[in-house]
């Protein structure tokens, strides 16, 4: 059975960025201003505040695990004490290689936590993370945060086959994330509506056989709903149309076997639902903004290849 979570996760092509470990004491707060990049963080101990833009402030404690896959605005602050006034914001201090220190150095500390950046190598990362929640919040589960410390580990370590580990332990610990979050109450995207057992049984059905030519009348039937139902339930819970959903999920499938190199483009059209080449290029160059072989071009260009 296809699984529609581990594909676009394994899609995504998560690498690791960095990871340290942070404590903090006293009254303190920082603020990030990112440019979309994942984050996620573990608290290891204590208990300290997180505000994302457009989210009341969330409290967290020994044993949590937070993800944003997008991040761009967000500060950590403590609880007890009360931290300094908005805009005052306070410098890590490196203690050394990968441990840092914020606030008061004369306090025992009232967090420390493992956090961390990765990188999604994927052209289509932009509209990947769109269909995921844009804040995971986890309690309680172990696993992630022994999760957390083997890619802390293996990213300290110079061993052989690094690169391919920590990819494969970021997959592992996205899926797990994104997995303990799924429910009515997830924001919309792919987790959401995996979370829904009717519109699972559709989500699946497009991954298993995308090659299908698929409608809202039989995506709907494999759902067991009407298909005005089905339409506004899709939709409210994904974020976007079922068709919308389709085609991204062709055209990233596309992206991938044009970079992959050495297929003829009526294969890849094939593999991807289209009857020919010439309908599948005029879908790809509306989709992309430019012709699969220019793709293709471009890719071997920025890899080397």
């Given at each position: 059975?296809?699984?529609?979570?581990?594909?676009?996760?394994?899609?995504?092509?998560?690498?690791?960025?960095?990871?340290?470990?942070?404590?903090?004491?006293?009254?303190?707060?920082?603020?990030?201003?990112?440019?979309?990049?994942?984050?996620?963080?573990?608290?290891?101990?204590?208990?300290?505040?997180?505000?994302?833009?457009?989210?009341?402030p969330i409290e967290l404690e020994q044993g949590d695990f937070v993800l944003i896959p997008a991040a761009q605005d967000f500060s950590t602050f403590s609880r007890e004490p009360s931290p300094p006034a908005d805009g005052v914001d306070m410098m890590p201090v490196e203690l050394r290689p990968g441990e840092f220190h914020i606030g008061a150095q004369d306090c025992l500390p009232n967090v420390r936590m493992l956090i961390g950046y990765c990188t999604f190598g994927s052209a289509d990362a932009a509209l990947l993370v769109s269909l995921l929640p844009q804040l995971v919040h986890v309690r309680g589960e172990a696993r992630l945060g022994a999760l957390v410390q083997l890619v802390n580990d293996e990213a300290r370590g110079r061993r052989p086959g690094r690169d391919v580990i920590l990819a494969h332990l970021l997959e592992v610990l996205l899926i797990e994330a994104l997995r303990s979050t799924s429910g009515p109450d997830a924001s919309p995207g792919l987790v959401r509506g995996l979370g829904d057992d009717r519109l699972a049984i559709a989500l699946r059905r497009m991954h298993e056989r995308p090659t299908h030519p698929w409608t809202i009348a039989n995506l709907a039937k494999e759902a067991a709903l009407s298909r005005s139902v089905f339409f506004e339930r899709f939709r409210r819970a994904i974020g976007v149309a079922p068709m919308e959903y389709l085609l991204a999920w062709r055209m990233a499938m596309a992206k991938r076997l044009l970079q992959?190199?050495?297929?003829?483009?009526?294969?890849?059209?094939?593999?991807?639902?289209?009857?020919?080449?010439?309908?599948?290029?005029?879908?790809?160059?509306?989709?992309?903004?430019?012709?699969?072989?220019?793709?293709?071009?471009?890719?071997?260009?920025?890899?080397?290849?």
């Open positions: 059975m296809s699984d529609p979570l581990a594909e676009v996760v394994a899609l995504l092509q998560p690498a690791a960025s960095f990871t340290k470990l942070v404590s903090a004491a006293g009254a303190w707060r920082v603020r990030r201003v990112e440019v979309g990049r994942p984050f996620y963080g573990a608290v290891l101990e204590g208990r300290c505040c997180l505000t994302v833009g457009g989210y009341d992959q190199g050495n297929r003829k483009l009526a294969e890849i059209a094939a593999q991807v639902g289209y009857g020919s080449a010439a309908t599948f290029s005029i879908a790809f160059s509306r989709h992309v903004g430019m012709s699969p072989t220019a793709y293709e071009r471009q890719s071997n260009v920025l890899t080397g290849a």
